[in-house]
């Protein structure tokens, strides 16, 4: 195992960015995930009430040879529609908050300082399916440090994936 921690993943449509995202704030469109970064696979599971781990139906097991990491998913443009990527190509401008994730906060207006530590925390991984459309799979670490360190770690295995495996760029 590589890399292990928390993330939530939004099962909505649109992202809420401002929004404070852990403990009791958390909605009914943000699930809690326990995330495991192996060599070849991103594993998502739930934790029950009992301490046991459950495999996130459908997206639990991700084989990043076949996936796309978007590091900015507010950017305009790094939304990958060809299908053709790796993880590998993924977006190294992470560290501004664009003018397209101005959301407000639960309780009115975003104020500065607070927006801007909530925000620019998620990310997202497109799977590639053999049969089908693919899966996009948005996830919101806790903190920017947190963020940076699975970005980092993911796009580091993914680019490893894509020496000893060069049939997966797609040439």
């Known amino acids: 195992m590589i890399y292990t921690g ?5 099962l909505g449509d649109r992202p809420r960015i401002g929004k404070t995202r852990l403990g009791q704030f958390k909605s009914e469109k943000e699930a809690v ?3 495991f970064l192996f060599s070849n696979h991103l594993i998502m599971a739930t934790r029950t009430s009992g301490g046991k781990l459950h495999l996130v139906s459908g997206v639990g097991k991700i084989p990043l040879n076949d996936a796309t990491l978007i590091e900015d998913p507010n950017e305009q443009g790094n939304q990958d529609d060809d299908g053709e990527s790796s993880v590998c190509s ?12 101005a959301a407000t906060s639960s309780g009115g ?4 300082k607070n927006f801007v530590e909530q925000a620019n925390l998620d990310f997202k ?8 459309l693919p899966i996009t799979i948005h996830l919101v670490a806790p903190t920017m440090q947190e963020k940076q ?13 894509t020496v ?3 049939q997966s760029l797609g040439t």
Not at 126 to 132: A, C, F, H, N, R
């Open 6 to 10: 928390s993330l939530i993943q939004v």
């Open 33 to 35: 995930r326990q995330c």
């Open 90 to 101: 993924f977006s190294s401008q992470s560290s501004g908050v664009s003018d397209s994730s």
């Open 109 to 112: 207006s975003a104020q500065g």
């Open 125 to 132: 991984i497109v799977m590639e399916q053999k049969s089908g």
């Open 149 to 161: 360190a699975w970005i980092s770690d993911i796009s580091q295995v993914c680019c490893l994936i």
């Open 164 to 166: 000893e495996c060069p």
